[in-house]
């Protein structure tokens, strides 16, 4: 089955403590993209790869990192979490990175962090 | 740069009644639109979307959209609403000329059928 798989689902941690959110495809897509989503903000990129070692920031980068040394992972990695980075994240990965692509993205089902 | 408004934070249909949630982007080139749903504690998924062609573009569980180049709009619409297409829409536009631009979504519409 054709799908994106982000985990964990639900992670409670303090503020500072490192923490990776796992993602992973098994579609062979080359893009690849981290979103947020807060209430009355919609959803909002932190990072993006179009493929194997590229990736580029999104519209709210800051105090995030990630990495793509395969094609098929992605992870989020917050060094240094902090309160306002409580929210509800998104895993997407759609297609090839070209711009004749029209593959619609596909999430995985979220990640729901809160920081305390 | 793009961009995506969806002017209304929440509709309320009762059901089998038709269904409109609006969509207006900005976008340079040539746009791709989508939508997409999202039910509660899970991702978005994909409904339809607009490449080319035919304006009225027909989608999962009975949805189309209406692409509108002059008023730079993509509504989607349902002829007979179901309680259970209550939930949360997004449209999205992506810059067919620049994949670079990315996927930008709007901020989402709460649809809400009465039974």
């Known amino acids: ?116 | 740069a793009q961009s995506v408004a969806q002017p209304e934070d929440q509709v309320n249909v009762a059901e089998g009644n038709p269904l409109t949630v609006k969509c207006t982007y900005s976008v340079s080139g040539n746009p791709y639109l989508f939508w997409y749903v999202q039910y509660p504690n899970r991702g978005l998924q994909f409904l339809l979307k607009y490449i080319t062609g035919d304006n009225l573009v027909k989608g999962s569980y009975g949805f189309e959209a209406e692409f509108n180049k002059s008023q730079t709009s993509f509504h989607l619409k349902k002829p007979s609403a179901l309680v259970s297409d209550s939930a949360l829409y997004f449209c999205a536009v992506r810059d067919r000329d620049n994949y670079g631009q990315n996927f930008v979504f709007g901020p989402g519409t709460r649809l809400s059928v009465l039974p």
């Open chain 1, 1 to 116: 089955e054709a799908q994106v798989t982000q985990n964990p689902r639900y992670l409670i941690t303090v503020t500072g403590k490192k923490l990776t959110v796992t993602c992973s495809q098994n579609m062979n897509h080359e893009y690849m993209s981290w979103y947020r989503q807060d209430p009355g903000l919609g959803l909002r990129q932190i990072y993006y790869s179009m493929n194997v070692e590229v990736t580029d920031k999104g519209d709210v980068p800051e105090g995030y990192k990630v990495s793509r040394k395969e094609k098929r992972n992605f992870p989020l990695i917050l060094e240094s979490p902090s309160p306002n980075q409580t929210s509800l994240y998104f895993c997407a990965s759609g297609g090839r990175a070209t711009s004749q692509d029209n593959s619609p993205l596909h999430f995985g089902n979220g990640t729901r962090l809160t920081v305390t």
